[in-house]
């Protein structure tokens, strides 16, 4: 029974082999033949303190995780990428009926990034992206802090999830 099971596999991927199919966008390195990015902190154009740290942090795990670079520091990469936060907003979207008094809000992050080729100047990419997650208001103000400042987390790392795809696929 084993052995025919392992024929059955066999003759599936034999079958299968010359498809066609294979690992989307299974390319690794910069267009340019670079193999190594720095990411510059990001600067913070907003009265949102921190946000700037929290957009790095999540870009600088992004492109490790992904592991199409290296990531390493300025001196050494072949590209760079810097940016800043253009604006942070926060914006009422559930109020209740009676008091009129808002139960959740919403936070819209504006980034705006370039990739740059380190050996000439020439930018390999640039654009402009946004991103927003809605947080509970609630009665007690670190709570409500502490769910804005987890919004502004996933913001974060959606925004790098964007900007790690947006870099390649305009490759």
């Known amino acids: 029974m084993q052995r025919v099971s392992v024929f059955i ?13 294979h690992f989307a966008d299974s390319r690794s390195g910069l267009p340019s033949g670079g193999r190594s990015i720095a990411i510059s902190g990001f600067a913070n154009q907003t009265m949102q303190t921190g946000i700037e740290s929290e957009l790095t942090r999540a870009l600088v795990e992004k492109f490790i995780s992904a592991g199409r670079l290296i990531v390493t520091k300025q001196i050494s990469a072949e590209a ?26 919403r936070a ?3 980034i705006e990034a370039t990739l740059q080729r380190q050996r000439d100047g020439k930018v390999l990419w640039k654009g402009e992206v946004s991103e927003w997650r809605n ?11 502490a769910n804005k400042r987890e919004a502004i987390r996933q913001i974060s790392e959606r925004l790098a999830e964007r900007l790690h795809v947006m870099v390649w696929e305009d490759f």
């Open 9 to 21: 596999l066999l003759a599936v991927l034999s079958s299968s082999a010359g498809c066609g199919y």
């Open 80 to 105: 760079l990428l810097t940016g800043s936060v253009r604006s942070f907003v926060i914006s009422p979207v559930t109020v209740t009926s009676g008091t009129q008094v808002a139960t959740e809000y």
């Open 108 to 110: 819209t992050l504006t």
């Open 135 to 145: 947080y509970r208001v609630v009665s007690d103000l670190t709570t409500t802090e």
